[in-house]
Structure formats: C-alpha cells, structure tokens
C-alpha cells in the first residue's frame, strides 16, 4: 500500500487521480494560488494511508514473530511429551530391575552364600545381580539427566509463551491502530462531495490506462523472470492490509509471495526487504529489483522495466502498475 505522493506523469487527469494536491505541489517547490475543492481533505487521507502501512509492516512483522514463536512452542511441546514418555519407561525399568533384585535375594551375600544348597548356582545368581546393579545405575544416571532436560526445557518454554503473550498483544495493538486510520481515511473519503468522492474511487480501482504493460522488459535472470511474472499474474488483485496472497496482498506480502515463486524467500516486512540482497543505484534498476519508498522503508514494489513498478498501492486500489518515480525511491535491491 502506499501514500502515493506521486509526480502524475502527463495525461494523468489530476482532478481524479491526485491524492494530495498540496503536497505533490510543494515537492514541485511551489504551493498553488488556490488549493482545489478537497485537496485538505485528500492530503489527509494520504497520511493517514502513510501512517497506516507504516502500521502495517508493524503488524506483519509482529504476527510473523507471533507465528515463529507458535511453532517454536509446539516443536517444544512435542520434545517435552517425547521426553516424559522417556522418563515414564526409565522408572518402569528400575522398578522392573529393582523386583528382579529383590526376588534374586536381598540378604547378605556372605550368609547367602553360606546357606546356599548349590553354591554354584548362587554365584551364578550373583554375577547376575552385579550385572542388574550395574544396568539399574545406568538407568538412574539417564533418568537423572533426562529429568535436568525436562526442566530446563519446561523452563525455556514457559519463557517462550510469555514472549508469545506479549507478540499476540502486540500484534492486536498495529491491528487496532491500521483499523482506527483505515476507518478515518474511509470517513473522509465519504464526507467529499459526490462527485470527487465518485471520482477518487474511480482512480483508486482504475487500471492506470496511460501506463500500458512495459513490454519487452524481460527480467535479466531466470529467478527474477520468475518473480516478475508471479507479480504480473497478480495484477488487479485487492489490496488487503497483512496478507501475502493469493487472493490480496499488502505491498510487502506481494514481494513476499512473488518471489516465493522464484524459490526465494523475502523476510515479510519492507524494512527488512531492504537489506535481502544487493543494493543497486536506481539508474541502473531491473525488472524484479525491489523499489524500497519513503525513508523508513515502508512502502515497497517490484520494478517492471520502462520506468514502471508493479505493487500493492493502498486500500481500494488493486495491484497495479505505477511510474517509479511515484514517491520518493530510498534504494533498490536485487534479490
């Protein structure tokens, strides 16, 4: 998703497609005489858009530790069972080897020996308690060392559900937070006159025309090719803020999903897209590098040739493709 402070490249219609009249102006270094009918309130719901996929990425990243820490729990889990029924078998066994002594002979061996009707059956007996002495020793140090495991990994994932806890709550919270912006922006939006309010959701679901598909912009090697041509297939596909495909994507699950398809995988958040692979200069940018927007990272897209990117935009517009000069470019990076 993004905020889509963009430069609109000739044959845009401004009146429908610009989101924030007054900013785009101020980036050109000049303010207009007069700002058009609802240009405060677009400029608004462009920040809150901004604000919004800043929350986002928060969120993917804190439900991606959430559901890193749920497997690590349950690998845990599992151990601990495994182990239990360890410990289980051990103390059967030593009770087993514990009878076995006890109705081999308990008493003395001296005195054994001496009343014994055969003493050669009675040594036999003998080296065979030696030998179950020795056995039942082995089984108390196992036992012993699988009961010190058991705890520590009982301790190590009692810790493990606490930090659990604390990613669900924290999860909750950027859910909450997209949602509250989400909704003003939608609020805004509404509040416009008919006919902008008309003309803004025309351009959000618009397929941008005057930037056809940048054919002939072959992707250089065979696992970018492959990405590219994932992000293609997603084309006009919803924007749905924390999901990573199939059926929506926000800008950094697009990536995510596309490159999947490479037989790649890309860390889920944008800021961490940055760094997961070579740093290029945008002049020498080619179809699937990742665009990285705005210097924090929060925004992301897939550049597809000929000056254009394909993304994930912001709600209500589906993946599509965009000048990459849309916003501000703060690096690009080849997977």
Request: hydrophobic share 40%.
């Amino acid at each position: 998703m993004g905020s889509h402070r963009r430069l609109a490249p000739s044959g845009f219609d401004r009146g429908a497609l610009a989101l924030c009249v007054l900013s785009t102006a101020a980036a050109l270094g000049a303010v207009p005489a007069q700002a058009a009918p609802g240009a405060d309130t677009r400029a608004e719901v462009d920040r809150l858009y901004e604000e919004a996929e800043k929350a986002t990425q928060a969120y993917d990243k804190a439900d991606e530790h959430a559901g890193r820490l749920r497997r690590e729990v349950r690998d845990t889990q599992d151990h601990i069972a495994r182990q239990q029924q360890r410990v289980n078998e051990l103390r059967e066994q030593l009770g087993s080897l514990a009878g076995a002594q006890y109705r081999s002979g308990g008493i003395d061996p001296a005195v054994a020996l001496l009343f014994s009707a055969d003493p050669d059956d009675y040594l036999d007996k003998a080296s065979m308690l030696d030998r179950i002495g020795a056995r039942q020793a082995g089984r108390l140090r196992e036992l012993r060392s699988v009961l010190r495991e058991l705890a520590q990994e009982r301790a190590e994932a009692a810790g493990t559900l606490a930090e659990l806890e604390r990613s669900r709550k924290a999860v909750a919270a950027h859910k909450r937070t997209v949602e509250r912006k989400l909704a003003r922006a939608r609020q805004l939006i509404n509040a416009l006159p008919a006919g902008e309010r008309a003309a803004y959701d025309r351009a959000s679901r618009g397929s941008r025309a005057d930037l056809p598909e940048p054919a002939g912009a072959a992707a250089p090697g065979g696992r970018a090719a492959a990405a590219l041509a994932a992000a293609r297939s997603a084309l006009g596909r919803p924007y749905v803020w924390g999901a990573n495909g199939p059926s929506g994507f926000d800008c950094s699950g697009l990536m995510q999903w596309a490159y999947a398809h490479a037989g790649i995988h890309l860390p889920r958040t944008s800021q961490e897209q940055r760094f997961a692979g070579r740093q290029v200069p945008l002049s020498q940018a080619r179809p699937g590098d990742l665009v990285v927007y705005r210097s924090d990272a929060s925004h992301v897209a897939m550049y597809a040739g000929n000056g254009q990117v394909i993304h994930a935009p912001y709600p209500g517009a589906p993946v599509r493709y965009d000048p990459v000069g849309m916003m501000p470019v703060s690096s690009v990076t080849r997977p």
